[in-house]
């Protein structure tokens, strides 16, 4: 069973608006949580880390946000671009072992 | 992407041969590692060396096989063992090989196998 799940799956919207994707986790003890944007055969860039302490952090248009105590993170885009369609991946490391656990991904497509 | 090439970006290879993936890197890292990127699924580690000559199976090695003889070069065998190989693969690096060390990826290489 996946230690990460993201939701939803696949989100279409319409250039302009804002969205919200979602990341529960379950890897367990936290050491932090990172989000990744990958464009359509690319390699996955970082957009924001949070460790155990932060609640919010933002990169421009994205914040992001980490409930620790419910093990939830969420990522907000702002003002979507159409250039913001991409997949967006949460990722979370176990502090004991060092490993990091990828979610499936949020497939974004903004519309014009 | 960071300073990490990987070549070709589209291989395709019939059943039963090997074939090795390139993954190269400038950024001064220790660690590098392998990821198998498939459809509806998150990464998952194939292989990983924290410094040159050393590395450790992750997830799912079996039917991989990879050498660090370099400290910039990390490639990657797909052997005729591995039941399943076509898949996109990502190659990335990292200053330090724990959890808070940031990956930095390359940009894939797609192998199709028929």
């Known amino acids: 069973k996946n230690q990460v799940e993201q939701s939803p799956q696949s989100l279409i919207i319409l250039e302009g608006k804002n969205c919200t994707l979602q990341?529960?986790?379950?890897?367990?003890?936290?050491?932090?949580l990172r989000w990744y944007k990958q464009d359509t055969g690319r390699g996955p860039v970082s957009l924001t880390i949070?460790?155990?302490?932060?609640n919010t952090k933002s990169n421009g248009r994205y914040t992001a946000t980490l409930d620790a105590d419910t093990k939830q993170s969420s990522l907000h885009i702002t003002a979507s671009q159409l250039s913001d369609s991409a997949s967006y991946i949460c990722?979370?490391?176990?502090?004991?072992?060092?490993?990091?656990?990828f979610g499936a991904g949020t497939r974004l497509t903004v519309k014009p | 992407d960071g300073g990490i090439t990987q070549s070709p970006k589209y291989l395709f290879r019939k059943e039963g041969q090997n074939v090795t993936l390139s993954c190269e890197q400038n950024?001064?890292?220790?660690?590098m590692y392998w990821y198998r990127q498939d459809p509806g699924q998150g990464l998952r580690l194939i292989y990983y060396?924290?410094?040159?000559?050393?590395?450790q199976k992750g997830d799912i090695a079996e039917g991989y096989s990879v050498s660090r003889e370099k400290k910039e070069s990390f490639p990657l065998t797909v052997t005729s063992a591995q039941k399943n190989p076509t898949a996109f693969y990502l190659c990335?690096?990292?200053?330090?090989?724990?959890?808070?060390?940031?990956?930095?990826f390359g940009p894939g290489t797609r192998l199709t196998v028929t």
């Open positions: 060396s924290q410094i040159v000559n050393d590395f």
């Open positions: 990335a690096s990292s200053r330090v090989s724990t959890g808070m060390g940031e990956q930095y």
């Open positions: 949070m460790t155990f302490s932060e």
């Open positions: 990722v979370v490391s176990d502090r004991d072992n060092n490993d990091m656990r």
């Open positions: 990341c529960n986790y379950t890897v367990s003890p936290f050491s932090n």
């Open positions: 950024l001064n890292h220790d660690a």
